[in-house]
């Protein structure tokens, strides 16, 4: 959890349209693998310039899993940069839902 990494970038906080969907795969992923899996770089060391799953790493995933991994490496890669920080920020707690 990087909350410097967030505030680094200014604090972003334009959340984009698939932030639900994200939200949901992002706590799917993390039941399974609490250091973030393939997606660690990205969504646990905020590398988020490139979306790059560690596939090389994770050889023997069931299929699911992939499945999971994909959408959400693509959920990502569809989002601007800025997005992509508020997004983690999001499902870290910094940024908290606008009511």
Known sequence: MCRGCWEEEGCPTEVPPAIDEFLQLHSRLFQ??????????????WNLEEINPSYELYPDLPGDQWTLIERLAEV??????PQRYAALARAHGY?????
């Open 32 to 45: 399974i693998y609490p250091t973030g899996g393939p997606l660690h770089v990205e969504l646990e060391d």
């Open 76 to 81: 990502l890669s569809g989002m601007t940069i």
């Open 95 to 99: 940024l908290k839902p606008v009511e």
